[in-house]
Nanobody
């Protein structure tokens, strides 16, 4: 099992940057692919970015490609999401999720563990 805790959310102006962190518990965190998803009020949870268990492959939603960067440090049991050039439409609750030996999928149903989320608000 793994427990996930997100941090780093907050309020930022459009065009600004934020960095999110996802801290995982357990000795086997490096065996998990991690995805970031977001959910705005009244909308479905959507894929943002994912990284495979080794960190060798990354994937992004078209809406964030070129602006967001996902990375991981397995020695620190952490996955990061660097968000640049933020837009008001990036406003949402951001969640990280983990899939054992995953390749980094955009399908939220494949992820076994989820964090509680961290709020990101981008003002115009």
């Amino acid at each position: 099992q793994v427990q996930l805790v997100e941090s780093g959310g907050g309020l930022v102006q459009a065009g600004g940057s934020l960095g999110l962190s996802c801290a995982g518990s357990g000795r086997t965190f490096d065996r998990y692919a991690v995805g970031w998803f977001r959910q705005a009020p009244g909308k479905e949870r959507e894929f943002v970015a994912a990284i495979d268990w080794s960190g060798g492959s990354t994937y992004y939603a078209d809406s964030v490609k070129g602006r967001f960067t996902i990375s991981r440090d397995n020695a620190k049991n952490s996955v990061y999401l660097r968000m640049n050039s933020l837009k008001p439409e990036d406003t949402a609750m951001y969640y990280c999720a983990a899939q054992l030996y995953g390749g980094g999928s955009s399908r939220k149903t494949l992820y076994e563990y989820w964090g509680q989320g961290t709020q990101v608000t981008v003002s115009s």
